[in-house]
């Protein structure tokens, strides 16, 4: 049997633990709430984009934009996001792990595929493994603004006009409630399917509909990327704050046996006492 | 008088939203100046400030680019950023505009940069012409 202070020293640190995880649960709810805040105030924007884009690409048919066609596929392009830190249970791994599944499943080499990785841990997931990771941003904030991945966006969006990669799939996690989020695969280039619950408007053209799309469809798909992070941030913090507040009853947990033990250490310790004695004291009658 | 509704929408959220008079703005056409009761039409609009009118009064909203849509009852203007006059960071578009012109003049070369620094000043240059209103 452990002594008492063995027992003792466990159940202090244990407790420390328990407050630090108690204290991240606490962080996380602050972020998550604002995390969905913003999620809130990004649907507006892309509610309203994405009706315009849907009026302008249906309601004029016979216009061909390289965003909107299939071709060919020579090399395929995943953007991956996942968070930069860890410690949010299963939130990292499951989107990473269904990347990884999908690459190995479709393509045999190297050159078929591009990683573009938003957030350190599939970063260093993919360059690992030797994967070709093309572009990569860590050190997203937490409540990111769109400026903070205009750019990566941009450049995305990018190599797909200029041929890099001929499609495009994107792996985040969709936020569903504070407990449950899910990996989703979307594919986002060529955009295919634009649709929308409202009304199709028509519309007069200034100056035409191809110089619209032109600067319509980069800023749609910009916004379906930026909308993604948005999503992905507010599941990372329900995700960590469900792990924290785990941690925390297990320690709790851990806590009550170690008390248990430690109780029934001392009492040991103080029969064997009394035994001592009353021994001691027999031997000298 | 009539007027009609206005919204700026940003990623980042809602930034204007309310009814004018008059709004107008440079499209990449051109200028436009759209009044109630405007045919539904769609256009790209310039870097630039789009110009409210409401009560004799003017508020003004430096926007980088994005899209113009107009119905007969509503205005939306679909920009990646757009600030109200009285929102703009003096400070951070000066040290903006620093940068990009920085940038010029050593990247002549490098023409993807280069063309990214000029849109840079270009945003920096219109967000302190809004502050000063003088356009």
Known sequence: ?285 | MKTIKVSVVTPDGPVYESDVEMVSTKAQSGELGILPGHISMVAPLQIGVVRLKKNGQTDLVAVSGGLLEVRPDQVTILAQAAELASEIDIDRALRAKERAEQRLNVQQAEHIDFKRAELALQRAINRLAVTEKRI
């Open chain 1, 1 to 285: 049997m452990a002594s008492l202070r063995d027992i003792k020293s466990k159940i202090t640190s244990t407790k420390k633990t328990s407050q630090i995880t108690k204290a991240m649960e606490m962080v996380s709810a602050a972020k998550w709430n604002r995390g969905v805040m913003s999620a809130k105030a990004f649907v507006p924007y892309m509610e309203k984009i994405q009706e315009v884009t849907a009026s302008v690409a249906m309601g004029s048919k016979g216009i061909a934009h390289p965003m909107l066609q299939t071709r060919q596929v020579k090399k395929t392009g995943y953007l991956v996001i996942t968070s930069d830190r860890g410690l949010a249970g299963a939130y990292n791994s499951n989107v990473v792990r269904r990347t990884f599944q999908a690459i190995q499943s479709r393509h045999k080499s190297n050159d078929e595929f591009a990683i573009i990785a938003i957030g350190r841990v599939a970063r260093d997931f993919f360059v690992k493994r030797g994967m070709n990771v093309i572009l990569d941003i860590v050190g997203v904030s937490d409540q990111p603004s769109f400026a903070d991945i205009k750019d990566i966006a941009a450049n995305t969006v990018g190599m797909f006009a200029d041929g890099t990669f001929d499609e495009l799939f994107m792996y985040y996690t969709h936020y569903v409630s504070a407990i449950s989020q899910e990996v989703t695969e979307k594919k986002l280039l060529p955009l295919s399917d634009i649709s929308t619950s409202k009304k199709l408007a028509s519309y007069e053209f200034e100056p035409s509909a191809e110089e619209i799309l032109e600067v319509l469809l980069p800023q749609y798909a910009e916004s379906l990327i930026y909308g993604a992070l948005l999503d992905s941030k507010a599941s990372e913090h329900a995700a960590r704050m469900t792990a924290m507040r785990n941690a925390t009853d297990n320690a709790k947990e851990l806590i009550n046996s170690y008390s248990l033990s430690y109780n029934r250490a001392r009492q040991a310790a103080i029969t064997q006492e009394i035994t001592e004695i009353v021994g001691g004291a027999a031997a000298l009658e």
